[in-house]
């Protein structure tokens, strides 16, 4: 695996900014077709192939062909995600305020804490991915990416899991489970890139 540069490392913490590259469309036609079948092909190994392609393939002029840039854009596209849908919860809680019984109330502030918590974990795996200086330093770090990974989908996972006891305000528990579960998906696509960067490493 190619050690990280400081250019690739800026980028991959601004990976919204790839527009700023000026080769002409016909140029870049034969790139961005090999960018789109690669991300296509990766997208199709994790469980949800087309939310994966979909949140993805906006960003091919970046992701190249590079697997690590593959998964720190998937990473990045996830924290963007669940912040939004963190701040929605929050503006939620606000507007049903009173007219919530006592285990939605529950339900909704416990969301809104986990919500946080994902947050904090992916912002965690972001700076160890932005780390990454080769195959030997992966080793080192591989670990701890999963783990905050898999506690960012647990945390979403028990999010939907409190709302499933709401039996009451149908329209509220149907959106927060829709919200939590595409973020939830978003999340376990990113972690299928990690672990094949942990079992493409480990084969290296």
Not at 81 to 88: E, G, H, N, P, R
Not at 107 to 112: G, I, L, R
Request: glycine share 4%; proline share 1%; hydrophobic share 40%.
């Amino acid at each position: 695996m190619k050690a990280f540069s400081s250019t690739n490392h800026i980028l991959f913490i601004s990976i919204f900014i790839s527009s700023i590259f000026s080769i002409s469309s016909s140029e870049q036609k034969p790139y961005q077709d090999a960018n789109i079948q690669f991300i296509r092909t990766s997208c199709n190994s994790t469980t949800y192939p087309r939310l994966c392609f979909a949140s993805l393939s906006k960003h091919a002029a970046f992701i190249q062909t590079d697997r690590v840039l593959l998964t720190g854009t998937a990473l990045n596209v996830t924290l963007k995600a669940v912040k939004a849908t963190s701040a929605m919860m929050s503006a939620l809680s606000k507007s049903y305020g009173g007219s919530m019984k006592p285990r939605e109330a529950a339900a909704m502030k416990d969301c809104v804490e986990e919500l946080r918590d994902s947050v904090d974990e992916l912002r965690k795996s972001i700076g160890e991915m932005s780390q990454l200086g080769g195959s030997s330093n992966f080793e080192l770090t591989k670990n701890d990416v999963q783990t905050w990974v898999s506690a960012a989908l647990t945390d979403e996972s028990t999010c939907t899991d409190g709302f499933e006891e709401v039996h009451n305000n149908g329209t509220l528990k149907n959106t927060v489970r829709s919200r939590i579960l595409q973020v939830a998906h978003l999340t376990s696509n990113a972690l299928a890139f990690i672990n094949q960067l942990a079992a493409s490493s480990s084969h290296a």
